[in-house]
């Protein structure tokens, strides 16, 4: 596997032609105050798969695509309300 970093978060929106908006949320402890501190970014990433909103998706960093995306949808882990393999059995 390559050295790009990879990120999984959930699906805000897809309105954009090819373009998803994907929350990323960590949480991680303050490290002088010891609290625990909830941080969300959202990401504009290159979608070619299809996502829904409220679809689990993995994103890859790429090389920039446009002025704000430089981010790459790599899989969807998990599909609204379902998971994947359940989602494929739908496909066939």
Known sequence: MNQRRR???IVTSNRM???VVV??????RHPLYHKVVHAQQKLKAHDELG???????RI???APISKEKSWMVESIVKHEGKT???AEEAVE
Do not use: N, W
Request: aromatic share 4%; charged share 25%; glycine share 8%.
């Open 84 to 86: 994947l393999e359940v």
């Open 23 to 28: 929350e990323i949320s960590r949480t991680y």
């Open 17 to 19: 032609t090819k373009t």
């Open 60 to 62: 890859v960093e790429c």
């Open 7 to 9: 990120l999984t978060g």
């Open 51 to 57: 996502c829904a909103i409220g679809d689990q998706v």
